[in-house]
């Protein structure tokens, strides 16, 4: 298929040098913001780009769930396939796509697990459903059938039904400190 005829008229806010700020975190800030006052669908939803041990890039969608200073968090299984290419190569790219922004960021940098005590705090915000569905999960492996997905499900859901869900060994956060935006 040819898709050399399609086109779009790029026309939103230009890029002017003398009206970004020289602080990257607080320039991104500022166009976070934006993507958020535009009702931009999902804001904190960015590509992930890793590199595998054979040296093949890799590239997956999470969730922003924070970021300062210090750099951007999200969070997954520690066995999943880009945990593992984290831990073999862990420099990352982020990139956020605003389309209706017209405008897309990306990060460059190292990236480190966050503590447990980070992890933890984010596990129990999260809403119960989500928690049980980090438990059940065996992301970047195969799955016999939904019936063995839900059957785990229904069992983990009664082992807690009255107390805490804690945070399993295998989930938890990735920090990326940024050393280069563009």
């Not at 750099?71 to 990139?95: D, E, I």
């Not at 480190?112 to 933890?120: C, D």
Request: proline fraction near 5%; charge should be negative; include cysteine.
């Amino acid at each position: 298929m040819d898709t050399g005829s399609i086109r779009t008229d790029y026309l939103k806010d230009g890029l002017d040098r003398n009206g970004l700020d020289q602080d990257p975190f607080r320039q991104f800030e500022r166009w976070f913001t934006q993507a958020l006052d535009a009702d931009v669908a999902e804001p904190n939803a960015l590509q992930l780009a890793t590199v595998a041990p054979d040296g093949r890039p890799a590239l997956r969608t999470v969730l922003l769930k924070s970021f300062d200073e210090q750099g951007f968090v999200f969070f997954t299984n520690h066995g999943s396939r880009k945990a593992k290419h984290m831990r073999q190569h862990p420099q990352v790219s982020l990139l956020f796509f605003w389309k209706e922004l017209e405008r897309q960021v990306e990060i460059t940098g190292a990236v480190t697990p966050v503590s447990r005590e980070v992890s933890e705090s984010y596990f129990h915000s999260r809403p119960r459903g989500s928690q049980l569905g980090a438990w059940v999960s065996a992301q970047s492996s195969v799955i016999a059938s939904r019936a063995v997905l839900e059957a785990r499900l229904a069992q983990l859901t009664e082992q807690y039904r009255d107390q805490e869900i804690p945070l399993p060994d295998f989930w938890g956060g990735y920090c990326v400190q940024p050393e280069r935006f563009e």
